[in-house]
């Protein structure tokens, strides 16, 4: 098995990508990982690779224009570069068979993310963290009840689980005996309403839960950054993706570190991402009980079964 890791960005997040790549690097276990940054045609600075050199992220480069396939489909305020995600199967080398598929609003803070290349996916085409929306299901507000009736749209069942595609292992042969890039693609194409999440709901739908499960170490997002779990759940990567996003503001969700390492990192190599475009901040949700939201979702977490094995970090 050959495994890849491939960060897909547009040229507002090119340098967070960059970012993203040289956090896999800092780990004891990101040396030797094969790391492709996705573009599309001139979108990558003309001094890609000297910013690459002084990140230390030394990340490959690829330039792909494949954004025709989804030229007539709905973006609702995000990039089109997501639905490049969805044929990395056509665009990655071939001697490559297992694609790790990260967005590039992710940091790696420890080592484990190589685990991904080898875990067992148990005959599913991917593997994947529950979504921060569906796991308010424990207790996470209006937003969770409205999350329910989403999914409905999607033809899913509330109990179907839903996946992040922040951070998604997939199995290349059969993601593509499957045709599941394309197919998530119609799926958005014919129900745009229903599909505000864009690719993410198209594969959501095509999958119907036929995913293997990670744990929140892979893909620690959203609301776990209020509830105080870094100590419990132990994150490998931590995903931003909410707005705004950490290197947009000072503090971030209440605290200086997070961005004050984007700042630095910027610094190093000389550039800095234009935030003059970046859309307003989320409103705050004040109907989440965080205490109990929070005892729920770790019980929750204890009793799963994670393609990673990873309860025991769950206490």
Not at 10 to 18: G, N, R
Not at 42 to 63: C, Y
Not at 141 to 153: I, Q
Not at 252 to 270: H, K, L, S, T
Request: hydrophobic letters at 45%; charged letters at 20%.
């Amino acid at each position: 098995m050959t495994a890849a890791y491939c960060i897909t960005t547009d040229a507002a997040y090119f340098l967070p990508a960059l970012y993203a790549a040289a956090s896999i690097r800092r780990q004891p276990d990101g040396g030797d990982l094969e790391i492709f940054i996705l573009c599309g045609p001139g979108e990558a600075p003309a001094d890609h690779a000297a910013l690459d050199a002084r990140a230390g992220s030394r990340a490959t480069l690829i330039t792909a224009d494949v954004d025709a396939v989804a030229t007539d489909a709905p973006t609702t305020g995000f990039s089109r570069a997501v639905y490049r995600r969805l044929f990395l199967d056509r665009i990655l080398p071939e001697r490559i068979t297992r694609i790790i598929s990260l967005d590039a609003d992710i940091e790696v803070i420890r080592p484990g993310l190589s685990a991904l290349a080898t875990i067992d996916l148990g005959g599913h085409a991917l593997a994947a963290a529950f979504d921060m929306i569906f796991l308010k299901q424990f207790g996470g507000g209006a937003l969770g009840e409205r999350f329910v009736h989403h999914r409905a749209g999607l033809g899913l069942g509330p109990d179907t689980p839903y996946f992040n595609n922040g951070v998604t292992v997939i199995d290349r042969a059969a993601w593509s005996a499957r045709g599941l890039g394309a197919a998530a693609l119609r799926h958005v194409l014919a129900h745009r309403a229903a599909c505000p999440y864009l690719e993410q709901d198209g594969l959501n739908a095509v999958i119907a839960g036929d995913f293997a499960p990670l744990s929140p170490r892979f893909n620690f997002m959203g609301d776990f950054f209020h509830l105080d779990l870094e100590g419990a759940i132990a994150p490998i990567v931590r995903h931003f993706v909410t707005r705004p996003k950490p290197w947009e503001t000072v503090p971030w969700q209440g605290r200086y570190d997070i961005p004050a390492a984007y700042d630095a990192f910027f610094e190093a190599v000389g550039s800095r991402p234009d935030i003059a475009g970046a859309p307003e901040p989320l409103t705050p949700q004040t109907d989440v009980d965080w205490p109990r939201f929070r005892a729920r979702l770790l019980d929750w977490a204890s009793r799963q079964r994670f393609a990673d094995r990873a309860e025991a970090a769950l206490a």
